[in-house]
């Protein structure tokens, strides 16, 4: 058996998120499908870095497999994205070591969330962008997401349907910038992230930034560890996993 | 009675085309419900500067509409947009004369197409771009387009169903130009285009730009006037009705 470590993109939109589950189509199901289809039927299980929820995308989702079949790199590539559906696209497959793990070995992950402030209805990216036509004091934001970086228990951060115990997590960087007319971006790096985190950090960036709340107020709310003294959750449809990071 | 003049973008996946018919969601359905809704179901009849095909985007097409009530132009465009689905998007409304027509007024139109030359599979621009990873010749497809600038008669470069009589229009201008990272556009405009003309034109750009079609036979397929003789009609999902122009 030789494992492999795959990147993939996907478009969140049509997807009832990444992980497998009764009912709705997944990435994880449709990748699955596809190299049983590969495989003569047999199942190959598919383990992703983390999940991503429905309408979030990604542009660089790590995957790895294991399989018997000895193909070439480049071409598993073309192998699987004629097997997968338009909205899903594989960019790299690339043969890793068998103690490769795409979630335990993963040391950090990039996240983007892109943000338009036109005040024109754009039907081209009204599934790609979350709408916010307000005046932002981008001071206000930059010094709301400086007390979020480093090391801190993020459990106001985090949804409350989380099962997870240790709500600890270093946030390397956030920067702030414009990727376009009327369109910004935050991009979030750090070492892993809690179950709607960066949708949360952004609700609440965004909130210093029309001054619902004051950028001063940041450590306190993390003090908190209160879910209910953080930000919205920003919608689903803005958030890109943008890239996996693995040491070597 | 008030004459308005509006301005729509669409993407066009996820309509049967613009003009209203029994079966499938159409542009003008849409629009001619949502001023429904606005005047008591009273029957608003819209009417567009032309037909886009399933598929085919607009960022800019016009429509005109009568009505007897009195809005400002700025609530027109709220009140509409809240009642469209959300791959539609009106830009702007503005008052007409009664004799303005979004048909038989327009002098001139401006189509984009928009091609990826992207080796990788991207599940972004599934519907908005017609892939085409291979080598073109850029000059050999500038000195196609040259042939086709001015006036001519484009029965080859018009879908055989046309029920159309006079062939006969004149291109202003052709021009090609890199649009994003692996991405080039072909703008055309002119003063009127046949059923799928742009599709023909761009299918045969591509043509000369591969090598399958040399430039200098430009003038021979138009002389021809057999639809067989030039290249094929590109996809409709790299399409845009980018502008409609109109006197004054």
Known sequence: MQRYKCIIAYDGT????????????TVQGELEKALGKLHKQQAVKVTGSGRTDAGVHAKGQVI?????????????????NSMLPDDAGILSV????????ARFS?????????????????PFNRNYVCPFPFALDWKAMEEAASHLIGTHDFTSFC?????????????????LFESGEDEITFQFIGNGFL?????????????????????????????????????????AKGLYLWKVFYDN
Chains 1, 2 share one sequence.
């Open 14 to 25: 049509n997807f009832s998120g990444y992980q497998i589950q009764p009912e709705g189509r």
């Open 64 to 80: 790895h497999f294991d399989s018997p079949l000895n193909i070439p790199e480049d071409r598993w590539v073309k192998a699987l």
């Open 94 to 101: 690339e043969k890793a070591s068998p103690d490769f793990h």
């Open 106 to 122: 993963a040391v950090g992950k990039e996240y983007r969330y892109k943000i338009s402030l036109g005040r024109t209805k754009d």
């Open 159 to 175: 949804s409350a349907k989380s099962e997870v115990e240790d709500k600890v997590r270093t946030i390397h960087s956030i920067k």
């Open 195 to 235: 179950y709607n985190m960066v949708r949360i950090l952004t609700g609440t960036i965004l909130e210093a930034g029309s001054g619902k709340i004051n950028p001063n107020d940041l450590p306190k709310i993390l003090n908190s560890k209160n879910r209910d003294m953080a930000g919205k959750t920003a919608p």
